[in-house]
């Protein structure tokens, strides 16, 4: 009997957890990968999805992910919509402000772009840079090759 009753408290914990959301960590405390590390490494492509999908929850309503395609290798693309408020599409940006893409990681080495990008939309969702957004919406795009960027390594290439 008592075997059953671990049982089931194991399944009710179990079951909780799985349908209780996670305490979010505040955007003050939150860190990419690499500040984390003391830039010892970088963000891997599902580091850089599940961080920009956090920022965005927090932001009040200045950043809004859309899901633009997969990769090649089928990881999941997307881009930061970012305003105040991030616009739900064209029709809602008004005439008045300038549209601006930011592509980053463009090549697979080239790492401090998209880790920069992580560092501004927090600071964005923060309120930190509204004053460029009562005339500019962008369109953040931090991390273009997924699949190159989770293939660093040191003897990737030859050359």
């Known amino acids: 009997m008592k075997k059953l009753v671990n049982i089931f408290v194991t ?3 179990i079951g909780l957890a ?9 955007l003050d405390e939150m860190k990419t990968p690499a500040e984390a590390s003391n830039y010892t490494r970088t963000s891997s492509s599902q580091e850089v999805i599940d961080f920009c999908k ?30 105040n408020p991030a616009p739900k599409g064209p029709e809602e940006v008004g005439g008045d402000k300038v549209v601006c893409y930011l ?30 957004l009562k005339d500019v919406v962008i369109v953040l795009n931090p991390n273009h090759n997924l699949d190159g960027n989770d293939m ?8």
């Open 152 to 159: 660093l390594g040191e003897h990737r290439i030859d050359s």
């Open 54 to 83: 956090e920022v965005a929850k927090q932001s009040g309503g200045r950043i809004r992910v859309d899901h633009i395609g997969y990769s090649p290798m089928g990881k999941e693309m997307i881009v930061m919509v970012v305003g």
């Open 103 to 132: 592509n980053n990681n463009i090549h697979s080495g080239e790492i401090e772009g998209k880790e920069a990008s992580l560092i501004l939309a927090r600071e964005i969702a923060q309120g930190k840079h509204d004053e460029i």
């Open 11 to 13: 399944t009710v914990f």
């Open 18 to 26: 799985a349908v209780l959301p996670a305490q979010a960590i505040s």
